[in-house]
């Protein structure tokens, strides 16, 4: 198994390299009948790609969405799905220098060990591009959850380097290049990126998603938790390295009198669980963050190895983002899209007959 596909019943596979010809998807198990333009996977795409402002990578890709089956007059038909975007602004030159090189931080090495041959160019399949067809995938998720259950899924970038979001607004967070939900905020903001793209360095980040409608009873009891898919779902997306569901790591400084989540007739009194007990939703806001390593392409010298075995010096040139996790918020947005609609159909195989139990927590 190549493991290039995600999902049980709303199945995602996809496919393509940062500087190949094209990257693409297969969508399988999508409910036929939901209306679907290209127009609709712009503002997404948009939101993801590089290029819409200074302080991400420079390359400026297209992202036309090219629908090649499963769509008929409009509407889905319930068949596979095929999405293809032409890759438009490559500059595989900018890596001539390193392909016999392993950049530190980076999955060359381990690709070279796995594989036995490496794609240099971007980084080929380990490339940030792969996640353009996430998202792309995630626009029909969104849009099913929506009109199906009233989910509205959104994130936003939570901390950059030492600097936490003072405080929150989610009306701020599409108004600036960051997803930052602070307006007082992104000067600083600006400053800090253009004084660490100056030094050649990069720094890490914290991206926050919340999922809001989510029906109580979606999910698994033990192997399939919503939780632990959701979690796969997130540490499988570029540059993560840690997901926290709820409270995450908070919880080990916390009683359990002030974690549990006590009900009441009106409603739950907080949601340290983050909208899931058992590894099913309890009706509540679905919470995970996830947190992106610095970007290992960097223009500070590093000491490495080559294909021969010699030590040499690495020095990244390019267009890099100074911290990845800038446009990250839409690709995590997708990842939980495509984690809740995939259960969603699961539970509905299983358990669609089961009505509304009482009592029923608001």
Same mark, same amino acid.
């Given at each position: 198994?190549?493991? =290039?596909?995600?999902?049980?019943?709303?199945?995602?596979?996809?496919?393509?390299?940062? /500087?190949?010809?094209?990257?693409?998807?297969?969508?399988?198990?999508?409910?036929?009948?939901?209306?679907?333009?290209?127009?609709?996977?712009?503002?997404?795409?948009?939101?993801?790609?590089?290029?819409?402002?200074?302080?991400?990578?420079? +390359? /400026?890709?297209?992202?036309?969405?090219?629908?090649?089956?499963?769509?008929?007059?409009?509407?889905?038909?319930?068949?596979?799905?095929?999405?293809?975007?032409?890759?438009?602004?490559?500059?595989?030159?900018?890596?001539?220098?390193?392909?016999?090189?392993?950049?530190?931080?980076?999955?060359?090495?381990?690709?070279?060990?796995?594989?036995?041959?490496?794609?240099?160019?971007?980084?080929?399949?380990?490339?940030?591009?792969?996640?353009?067809?996430?998202?792309?995938?995630?626009?029909?998720?969104?849009?099913?959850?929506?009109?199906?259950?009233?989910?509205?899924?959104?994130?936003?970038?939570?901390?950059?380097?030492?600097?936490?979001?003072?405080?929150?607004?989610?009306?701020?967070?599409?108004? =600036?290049?960051?997803?930052?939900?602070?307006?007082?905020?992104?000067?600083?903001?600006?400053?800090?990126?253009?004084?660490?793209?100056?030094?050649?360095?990069?720094?890490?980040?914290?991206?926050?998603?919340?999922?809001?409608?989510?029906?109580?009873?979606?999910?698994?009891?033990?192997?399939?938790?919503?939780?632990?898919?959701?979690?796969?779902?997130?540490?499988?997306? =570029?540059?993560?390295?840690?997901?926290?569901?709820?409270?995450?790591?908070?919880?080990?400084?916390? +009683?359990?009198?002030?974690?549990?989540?006590?009900?009441?007739?009106?409603?739950?009194?907080? =949601? /340290?669980?983050?909208?899931?007990?058992?590894?099913?939703?309890?009706?509540?806001?679905?919470?995970?963050?996830?947190?992106?390593?610095?970007?290992?392409?960097?223009?500070?010298?590093?000491?490495?190895?080559?294909?021969?075995?010699?030590?040499?010096?690495?020095?990244?040139?390019?267009?890099?983002?100074?911290?990845?996790?800038?446009?990250?918020?839409?690709?995590?947005?997708?990842?939980?899209?495509?984690?809740?609609?995939?259960?969603?159909?699961?539970?509905?195989?299983?358990?669609?007959?089961?009505?509304?139990?009482?009592?029923?927590?608001?």
């Amino acid at each position: 198994m190549s493991s =290039n596909s995600f999902g049980t019943l709303f199945t995602v596979t996809t496919f393509g390299e940062s /500087h190949g010809p094209a990257i693409g998807c297969v969508i399988d198990g999508c409910p036929p009948g939901l209306p679907i333009s290209v127009e609709e996977f712009r503002t997404d795409l948009d939101r993801r790609a590089t290029g819409r402002s200074r302080y991400t990578s420079q +390359r /400026h890709e297209a992202d036309d969405v090219e629908i090649l089956s499963g769509v008929y007059e409009g509407r889905t038909t319930g068949t596979p799905i095929g999405l293809l975007i032409r890759n438009t602004d490559q500059r595989s030159k900018d890596y001539g220098d390193i392909a016999q090189t392993f950049r530190p931080g980076h999955a060359d090495y381990t690709y070279w060990q796995k594989y036995g041959i490496r794609d240099p160019r971007g980084g080929g399949r380990s490339s940030a591009r792969e996640t353009t067809m996430r998202v792309a995938a995630g626009v029909i998720a969104k849009k099913w959850l929506a009109e199906r259950y009233g989910v509205r899924i959104r994130g936003y970038l939570a901390q950059i380097g030492d600097i936490v979001a003072s405080a929150f607004d989610w009306d701020a967070v599409e108004q =600036n290049p960051f997803f930052w939900p602070d307006a007082g905020q992104v000067a600083e903001l600006e400053a800090f990126i253009n004084a660490l793209r100056k030094s050649g360095d990069s720094v890490g980040a914290r991206v926050n998603v919340v999922a809001d409608g989510v029906p109580p009873g979606w999910g698994e009891p033990i192997y399939g938790k919503l939780d632990s898919d959701l979690a796969s779902a997130l540490m499988s997306i =570029n540059a993560v390295k840690g997901v926290e569901i709820g409270d995450g790591f908070a919880a080990v400084s916390q +009683r359990g009198s002030q974690h549990r989540d006590e009900i009441r007739l009106d409603g739950f009194a907080s =949601n /340290h669980a983050g909208g899931i007990l058992g590894g099913i939703s309890s009706g509540q806001p679905v919470t995970a963050s996830m947190v992106l390593k610095p970007t290992s392409s960097i223009l500070i010298p590093g000491q490495s190895v080559n294909t021969a075995g010699e030590v040499t010096e690495v020095v990244t040139k390019g267009r890099h983002d100074p911290c990845v996790g800038i446009r990250a918020t839409p690709i995590a947005e997708a990842m939980m899209a495509l984690v809740l609609i995939d259960h969603a159909l699961r539970h509905r195989a299983q358990c669609g007959d089961v009505g509304i139990v009482e009592p029923r927590i608001p």
